[in-house]
């Protein structure tokens, strides 16, 4: 439902022309916000928002220009220009303006900067109409950005489509070649970047995302790890094939991994298992050491290149000693000028985790041990960040601010909230000092209230009166059983607006009796919450 409103919302905005309604707008010193879902931000630094109020917009990942004054970002339908210098959007690119990309959503993350003859070019990746699958590239002059070359990628059945996502470009033996991450055909491609054309296909794992470039030798990450062998009992499917998985931990997948191939002939030189869902990886600027984020292990892997082997597990668990409950999702990382500090974008804690890089970690590091320095407050669910040589952070949050945009096309005087309607965002943060780290940790903390989970573990009271939600788990509830029917990011109004025996309002209602006859007798027959509020998206 949400891609056709997409496509509608898209063609009105052709047919008025060119001329796109944006909003943009920075916020420096924001107060704590509180995300419908009882979760509050208070990003450090500014964060700029932009996007168009009628769309979903989300901040995917950052890349820095060349030249430093430029922040490319990948939003999920467009690509935003930010000067460094002002931190205010210039220019915003949108898949839209080609006639290949109308409707189509740019993938996870990679968005890269190539210089073409002395021009800027920005290159990432994109699905657009029918799925077809493509490399976009876009020129940049400083005031406006142009498409230039797509690169199509054909599906590779069972695959519904291709599903490119990282990327990168290097220049070899005066050559430029493109290497790009096929998610859905589960292959690395090496192209030439002129041409296209193609040099070798490899198979590197199970759902590929993301790959860089160290000591002459590609790494790639694998969602899903190595292929499953014939005999593997314990194996599921997945979008477009197999997956190894653990059935003792509920179907989820068992092992990540690190592809380590040569990249002028793409064969696979080695495997490392690392944790789960590995997701980002960079390296060095010597590219002695790679790092990726782990985002379901909660932790980051370091290779060391010249033996290819893991020489430290990094936790980034925002208080592990009382935290059992949920995880933190690292999924983007970068460096410190000096590559002695480690970022790293932990989306569950809306927040960066700081690691001070041991010598195990880092060319220049100290100490036996990475340990985490302190924790930096972003908007909702940090996904990408990059750091300017001047100590500047920039920080994609993939959910800015959350659901909290209200639309209002019906004859009703009420609002309509969605899910699907909200800005993107990137936090500017400067680097902090020790003092300020320390601040903002404390922030970090308090902003995740992690001291309510741990209060409903606490040994139960005897004598407790019985309530509908105990506040300690033991303690006696009125209910005996409990039926849960969730509606996936709808409002009550949206369903049930159309009920007389609510307080609700029938001109909002898009999902009324003839579409939900059941939920509407289940709430004749059982109970009709109108005016009952609970943790939600929107």
Same mark, same amino acid.
């Given at each position: 439902?949400?891609y ?15 001329q796109?309604?944006?909003?943009t707008e ?5 107060a704590r ?7 509050f931000?208070?990003?450090?630094g500014?964060? &700029?928002?932009?996007?168009d ?15 430093? !004054?430029w922040?490319? +970002? *990948? ?5 935003v ?7 205010t959007?210039k220019?915003m690119?949108? %898949? ?9 959503? %740019? ?10 003859? @002395? ?5 990432w ?10 490399? /976009? ?7 406006k950005a142009?498409?230039?070359r ?8 069972p ?6 996502n ?16 096929l998610?859905?055909?589960?292959k690395?491609i !090496?192209?030439? #970047?002129i041409?296209?054309?193609?040099v ?5 794992g ?6 860089t470039m /160290?000591?002459?030798k590609?790494?790639v =990450?694998?969602?899903?790890?190595r292929e499953p062998?014939?005999a593997?009992p ?22 990540g =991994?690190?592809? &380590?191939?040569?990249?002028? =002939?793409?064969r696979?030189?080695?495997?490392l298992?690392?944790?789960l869902h590995?997701?980002e ?5 010597q ?5 990726? =984020?782990?985002?379901?292990?909660d932790?980051?892997t +370091? &290779? ?5 082997e ?29 590559e ?5 974008? %932990? ?6 985790a700081?690691i ?5 970690a880092?060319?220049?590091?100290t100490?036996?041990t990475?340990? &985490? ?10 996904s @990408? #960040? ?6 500047k952070?920039?920080v994609?949050?993939?959910e800015?601010?959350?659901a ?11 609002l309509i ?5 909200m ?5 500017v ?14 922030t970090?903390?308090?902003l995740?209230?992690l001291?309510? /989970?741990t ?7 005897p004598?407790?009166e ?5 506040d ?9 059983h409990?039926l849960y029917?969730? !509606? *996936? ?7 049930l607006g159309?009920?007389?025996q ?10 009324g009796?003839n579409?939900t006859?059941?939920t509407h007798?289940?709430?004749e027959?059982f109970?009709?919450?109108?005016n ?7």
């Open positions: 439902m949400r056709i409103l997409t496509l509608v919302l898209l063609c009105l905005f052709l047919q008025a022309g060119s796109v309604t944006q909003e920075v916020g420096s010193d924001l916000v509180q995300l419908p879902y009882n979760r931000i208070h990003s450090a500014d964060q &700029i928002f932009f996007g109020a009628s769309l979903e917009n989300h901040a995917l990942d950052v890349a820095l220009s060349p030249d430093m !004054k922040i490319a +970002v *990948e939003e999920r339908t467009s690509i220009f930010i000067s460094t210098l002002a931190d959007v220019f690119l949108r %898949n839209s303006f080609h006639p290949d990309l109308r409707g189509g959503s %740019n993938t996870y993350s990679g968005i890269r900067w190539h210089v073409n003859k @002395g021009t800027p070019e920005v290159y990746s994109v699905v657009g109409r029918n799925d077809r699958s493509f490399v /976009a590239s876009a020129k940049w002059d400083g005031t142009e498409f230039g797509l690169y199509e990628y054909k599906r590779d059945p695959a519904d489509l291709a599903l490119p990282e990327l990168l470009i290097n220049t070899e033996s005066n050559r430029e070649y493109l290497y790009v991450v998610n859905g055909n589960n690395v !090496k192209q030439y #970047l041409t296209g054309d193609t070798w296909i490899t198979d590197p199970v759902a590929p995302y993301g790959l /160290a000591a002459g590609l790494y =990450t694998n969602w899903a790890g062998l014939p593997d314990d194996v599921a499917g997945i979008p477009w094939g197999r997956a190894r998985v653990n059935n003792k931990a509920g179907g989820s997948t068992r092992e =991994t690190v592809t &380590i191939i040569d990249p002028k =002939t793409g696979k030189i080695k495997e298992i690392v944790g590995p997701n990886i960079t390296s060095d600027r590219g002695n050491y790679v790092y990726l =984020t782990n985002s379901n292990s932790n980051v +370091v &290779i060391n290149t010249l033996i290819d893991i020489t430290e597990t990094i936790s980034v668990r925002l208080q592990p000693e009382i935290n059992p409950f949920f995880g933190d999702s690292p999924n983007g990382l970068c460096l410190s000028n000096d002695k500090i480690l970022y790293v974008a %932990n989306g569950m804690d809306n927040a960066l700081v001070q890089l041991s010598k195990r880092a060319r220049r590091g100490g036996n990475s340990i &985490i320095t302190g924790f930096i407050p972003t908007g909702a669910y940090p @990408g #960040l990059c750091k300017t040589p001047a100590g952070l920039y994609a949050n993939l800015a601010s959350g909290r945009l209200a639309l209002n096309y019906s004859t009703s005087k009420n909230y969605n899910s699907h309607n800005l993107a965002s990137v936090s943060i400067p680097v902090p000092d020790s003092r300020t780290l320390k601040s903002y940790t404390d970090v903390i308090a995740n209230d001291s309510r /989970a209060l409903a573990r606490e040994m139960p009271r004598g407790i019985p309530k509908p939600v105990p300690r788990i033991g303690e006696p509830s009125v209910f005996k409990v029917i969730i !509606k *996936e990011n709808r409002t009550y109004d949206q369903i159309d009920m007389p609510g307080d609700g309002d029938p001109a909002i209602c898009t999902y009796a579409i006859p059941n007798r289940l709430s027959e109970m009709l919450l109108d009952f509020h609970v943790s939600g998206k929107c």
